[in-house]
Every structure is written in structure tokens, then in C-alpha cells.
């Protein structure tokens, strides 16, 4: 079992930068994949992006590439978010994901998620 605990999401500017922390309980986190997806009122959850065990890979959806960059601590059973550059599109509430052997963009397919962050971006 892996628990997920999102934290930094808030109120930025356009043009602001944020950082969401995803600590992860249990002995095995360094063995999951990891990600973040998120859902705007009235959309679809989609997909942000995702980070292989060792952090050696990352994929993004095209509309953060350039301005999102995820990464890990294995150490501190913990995946980060920072987000730069941030636009109003971007509002939505952030959840972390977890898997042991899918990390692409179906979330359908990660066994775990956490209680979702806020993430609110003014114009």
C-alpha cells in the first residue's frame, strides 16, 4: 500500500511559479512510478506528467513542456512538481499518482492517487 499527500498548491499570478510535494508513505516508493495529473472544474482529469523509478525519465503533456519539470527523492520518499511560467489555463486541483508498472497518461491504470492540491492561477 502506498499513501499520497499533496502539498504547495495556492493562488499565483500568470507568470508565477509553484512547487506541489507528493510525500508517499511506505518502504517501496523508490519501485513506483510516479506522476501528477490534474482536473479543471467542469473537465476531464488529464495527464501533466510522470517520472520513471530511478528519475532517469520524465514525460510531459505538450502543454507544460518547456515550463513543468518533475523530479524525485527516493531518499525522502517524495515527488516534486515545480511549475514555472504559469498561466490561468493551468488552474485545477493537482493529484499525485503512483504506480508499479504502468506510468503513462491513462489513469485508469495507476493504483494509487492522493487527495489533490488547488492550484489556482490569476490573470
Known amino acids: 500500500q502506498v499513501q499520497l499527500v499533496e502539498s504547495g498548491g495556492g493562488l499565483v499570478q500568470a507568470g508565477g511559479s509553484l512547487r506541489l510535494s507528493c510525500a508517499a508513505s511506505g518502504r517501496t516508493f523508490s519501485r513506483h512510478y510516479m506522476g501528477w495529473f490534474r482536473q479543471a472544474p467542469g473537465k476531464e482529469r488529464e495527464f501533466v506528467s510522470a517520472i520513471s523509478w530511478s528519475g532517469g525519465s520524465t514525460a510531459y503533456t505538450d502543454s507544460v513542456k518547456g515550463r513543468f519539470t518533475i523530479s524525485r527523492d527516493n531518499a525522502k520518499n517524495t515527488v516534486y512538481l515545480q511549475m514555472n511560467s504559469l498561466k490561468p489555463e493551468d488552474t485545477a486541483v493537482y493529484y499525485c499518482?503512483?504506480?508499479?508498472?504502468?506510468?503513462?497518461?491513462?489513469?485508469?491504470?495507476?493504483?494509487?492517487w492522493g487527495q489533490g492540491t488547488q492550484v489556482t492561477v490569476s490573470s
Open positions: 499518482v503512483a504506480d508499479r508498472r504502468y506510468w503513462g497518461p491513462d489513469k485508469q491504470l495507476y493504483d494509487y
